[in-house]
């Protein structure tokens, strides 16, 4: 399985960018899909989560920003972010929950994450 992000780059204070990230290779379902950051000298920390059917949840400091939605006929999860600030600069790591097989173990996989710096 592999997971490709793109969208990320450079953004000014305000700005806004959309990530996305598609998933390939060998699944036969994908259940939960989300989004993660680390910042520099931080911890991993969770920024959205959707599931199969569509609900979503975001931390805090996320809401009302950032909007979190899948297309699963692609496999794919996107993020876009709005009203970017300094503190969003990160790099974000999509995930997602799925099985390789029917009756198969689900587990995470992760993307190779994509660079957001918010900088004037």
């Known amino acids: 399985v592999q997971l490709v992000e793109s969208g990320g780059g450079l953004v000014q204070p305000g700005g806004s960018l959309r990530l996305s990230c598609a998933a390939s290779?060998?699944?036969?379902?994908?259940?939960?899909m989300g989004w993660h950051r680390q910042a520099p000298g931080k911890q991993r920390e969770l920024v959205a989560r959707?599931?199969?059917?569509?609900?979503?949840n975001y931390a805090d400091s996320m809401k009302g920003r950032f909007t979190i939605s899948r297309d699963n006929a692609k496999n794919t999860v996107y993020l876009q972010m709005n009203s970017l600030k300094a503190e969003d600069t990160a790099v974000y790591y999509c995930?997602?929950?799925?099985?390789?097989?029917?009756?198969?173990?689900?587990?995470?996989?992760w993307g190779q994450g994509t660079q957001v710096t918010v900088s004037s």
């Open positions: 959707i599931t199969t059917g569509g609900n979503t």
């Open positions: 290779g060998r699944i036969f379902n994908i259940n939960d």
């Open positions: 995930n997602v929950f799925l099985s390789q097989i029917e009756g198969g173990r689900y587990r995470d996989y």
